[in-house]
């Protein structure tokens, strides 16, 4: 059920606003690995590795631009979720990623090596971490729904969000400047300059610097958490010496720095017992009511004393070289990426006091590929496209994580235990080798036969083991000279080495056809296996090690993609069915996330999108998904929450000696039934030289739940209603605007969780998107 504040639902459904997905129409043409010619109206995507009309692509498929996701006044990749229905981005430890159609990363604090959302940028697989921090240097944002293995360098079960970013221009000196201001002291500077070199060369060079202050107010230690700052740049240089062969190179570097532990969270409810005199959060030890905290799901103050700072480096290159062969493009994409988290400390109990205490001296992950593929040309009776993809992918290089627990507090602050046994380390190195083909083959003017296949092959080594923390107090037994009372860290054993290694080798692929009676009409049908590779992984905490099994989705998509009124209405639509074996998932035992193999889950529903250009000043847009994604034989441990509330007996199987419940037929985590996006943008010249422009978007979604059999964890569906106006001239020389994000600031949380170690307390995971934010900007190009 949707539960909507009355005005934000009201105002969304009068303004009608932009931004959906869907079509950006009036696209320039990107540069693409294989040229295409462009119709003026009409966006061209490379979502089958070659340079197509949208409307001309049998897949599911939807694309914004740069200039959509601007008016939006989103700053952020993670924030296309409210331009993209079917796409949701999770910020917990079990719901980390994207996730489409309500499926993506399920795993905890683990050594998981594979994404099942793929996120590729500029052609280069990203198996970690987020290498778009500012979005002025986007050309295009492609969502692909359902397997992509056949079309792209990794397996992608669930799907891809392919990225690309303007390429140099060879032609002309340009550059752009862009400058905002809103609340929390956001900032947000960008600025390109592009540079010919001779005629066949071009340089490009980008840079921004992004701020905003924290949103969470720590009132224990005064302090206000969530402040991040973010700079970096990109240098690209694209080099065609001849006709036949074209070099393109990338250099990107950002840096993040975040105020405040990575879990930016509030407390949501806490069970009577906890808050009792005597209790965990209860009198003497935690006065609220003099703190000013009401718990609840609106909760903005943090009562947790344990400091917390994080930063992260990210940087890579890439080297794409194309060589047309005759008619054939042979295209090699060559990448190297790196992720440096600095040394952090954080507290992990939302309490006053140091009962759950951890240290990282920070972690280093590296990730090298190769991809060599051969592109046919278009308009042939066969299409295709082949290659080859190798990756190797290192995580964990560093000293691992401290962690203590100190489970008599607040009664007493003996003993202090090793909860981590010292520092907890693990490295996996993940090898993957794949070769794949895909193609259309036109039987005639109207029907096509569409086919791919992928065989991979992955192999897994992953070590653990732990070593002496000597930061930690001391033990000191009892003894006269304190009074026979101890102190210090109880004496603990190390782990020694334990090694996991996993392998597979799966075919994968797709079979299909598509009709296209008009260039006007596509309705086509396709059938996809999806592979998502296995891993060993490793426990944060107490190294427990799971071998988790390879992802299996089986993926039946039925569509069409229609355009009337000499395509001034577009309407896309299809169903989709997803049923997935050995769904890699993760669950909660009360201390930490364990990653496992579900036995089953599936997500079925339908997406509709549509597009309606009354004049060329006016658009609007509308893009609906429904997504029943729900497990389908799930045997996971009994919750605290059927324990406390005496359920188990009732609910759960303890036959096998281990409480057992089974979630079959109860949502996945994090994953909305309903999600729509709608809009109006217009754009008006109000006399020779100066124009006017204005936007609107609103996302709504449904309710979710964040873990099974445990209805504390659950958030309210909510709509988010954003809005853009400005002046500038009709050349696009300059530009001032000003922009709301969240207008009537509609409060939700990013998860509702389940806190460790209190046995009945849970905790809002907070987000920036709840806040209002008003804003300004003032931008020009040259």
């Keep these: ?17 932009l931004s959906t997905p869907a079509f950006a129409q009036e696209a320039t043409p990107p540069q693409a690995d294989s040229a295409a010619p462009a119709n003026a109206g009409e966006i061209i995507v490379t979502a089958t590795r070659r340079a197509e009309r949208l409307q001309d692509v049998p897949i599911a498929v939807s694309a914004v631009t740069s200039a959509q996701l601007a008016a939006t006044g989103f700053k952020d990749l993670t924030n296309i979720q409210y331009s993209f229905p079917s796409v949701q981005f999770g910020q917990t430890p079990n719901d980390a990623g994207f996730r489409i159609r309500g499926v993506g990363t399920l795993g905890g604090f683990t050594s998981s090596s594979e994404l099942p959302v793929g996120l590729v940028v500029d052609n280069v697989v990203i198996g970690f971490g987020n290498p778009v921090q500012s979005l002025g240097d986007l050309e295009r944002i492609e969502v692909l729904k359902g397997p992509q293995g056949t079309q792209f360098g990794k397996n992608a079960s669930s799907g891809v969000i392919n990225i690309t970013t303007k390429r140099p221009d060879l032609d002309k000196f340009s550059g752009s400047l862009f400058g905002s201001y809103g609340s929390l002291n956001e900032r947000d500077i960008h600025g390109s300059v592009n540079l010919p070199l001779g005629g066949n060369a071009a340089l490009a060079v980008y840079a921004f610097d992004r701020a905003n202050d924290g949103y969470v107010d720590n009132v224990v230690r005064n302090e206000k958490w969530g402040g991040q700052e973010s700079y970096g740049g990109r240098v690209k240089l694209r080099w065609e010496p001849s006709d036949a062969l074209s070099i393109y190179v990338i250099g990107d570097y ?7 532990p990575g879990q930016l969270w509030t407390l949501n409810h806490l069970d009577a017992n906890l808050t009792a005199p005597g209790g965990l959060v209860g009198l003497p030890f935690v006065n609220l009511a003099a703190l000013g905290v009401k718990i609840d799901e609106h909760n903005n103050k943090s009562i947790d004393d344990g400091a917390g700072f994080s ?3 990210y940087y890579g290159a890439s080297l794409q070289a194309d060589l047309k062969l005759g008619d054939y493009t042979l295209t090699s994409v060559s990448a190297f990426r790196e992720q440096k988290e ?24 590296r990730s090298y590929s190769q991809e060599l593929r051969v592109t046919s040309p278009s308009g042939q009776a066969l299409e295709f496209i082949a290659g080859a993809f190798i990756s190797r992918q290192e995580t964990g290089i560093g000293l691992g994580q401290s962690a203590t627990l100190s489970p008599a507090l607040p009664y007493s602050a003996f003993p202090t235990i ?3 046994a010292g520092y907890n380390h693990t490295d996996t190195k993940t090898d993957s080798v794949a070769g794949y083909v895909d193609g259309k083959f036109h039987v005639s003017d109207t029907f096509a036969l569409l086919g791919g296949l992928r065989l991979t092959h992955d192999s897994v080594t992953s070590h653990n083991y732990s070593t002496v923390d000597p930061d930690l107090a001391p033990f000191i037994p009892p003894m006269p000279s304190n009074g026979f009372t101890p102190s210090g860290t109880l004496p603990y054993e190390t782990r020694d080495l334990v090694t996991g ?14 009709f296209k009676p008009s260039r006007d009409l596509l309705f086509y049908a396709t059938y996809a296996r999806g592979y998502l590779g296995p891993t060993v992984t490793f426990s944060g905490l107490t190294g427990t090690r799971s071998n988790v099994k390879p992802q299996q989705v089986d993926d039946v998509t039925v569509g069409a993609k229609m355009q009337f009124l000499d395509r001034a209405l577009t309407v896309n639509v299809n169903g989709f069915w997803d049923k997935y074996k050995q769904l890699q998932t993760s669950v909660f035992n009360g201390q930490e996330f364990l990653t496992e193999n579900a036995g089953g889950a599936e997500a079925k529903g339908f997406e509709v999108e549509l597009v309606m250009r009354p004049s060329r000043s006016l658009s609007f847009n509308v893009a609906y998904t429904y997504s029943d994604a729900k497990f389908t034989d799930y045997l996971t441990a009994c919750t605290d929450y059927q324990i406390r509330s005496g359920l188990a007996s009732s609910v759960c199987d303890a036959s096998s000696g281990t409480s057992l419940y089974q979630a079959k037929g109860e949502a996945l985590p994090g994953a909305p039934k309903h999600a729509v996006t709608f809009g109006m943008s217009y754009e008006r010249p109000i006399n020779d030289t100066l124009k006017v422009d204005f936007a609107v978007n609103t996302s709504l979604r449904s309710d979710v739940s964040y873990a099974v059999g445990d209805p504390n964890q659950r958030q309210d569906g909510y709509a988010i209603v954003n809005g853009n106006i400005g002046l500038g001239t009709i050349n696009d020389r300059w530009r001032v605007g000003a922009f709301v994000r969240n207008l009537f600031k509609q409060d939700f949380n990013a998860a509702v969780i389940s806190l460790p170690f209190t046995n009945g307390g849970y905790v809002n995971w907070r987000t920036r998107e709840a806040e209002r934010t008003f804003g300004a900007s003032l931008e020009t190009k040259f």
Excluded: H, W
């Design 501 to 514: 290694k996993t392998k597979a080798t799966k075919l994968s692929g797709r079979v299909g056809a598509e």
């Design 311 to 313: 930063s992260v480096e």
């Design 342 to 365: 600095g040394a952090f400390a954080f507290s992990i109990d939302g309490l006053p006091y140091e009962k759950f205490y951890a240290r990282d001296p920070g972690q280093t992950r």
């Design 418 to 420: 090793s909860i981590t």
């Design 254 to 260: 950002s840096k993040t720095k975040t105020e405040g």
């Design 1 to 17: 059920m949707i539960r909507l504040n009355r005005s934000a639902l009201l105002g969304g459904l009068c303004l009608a606003a």
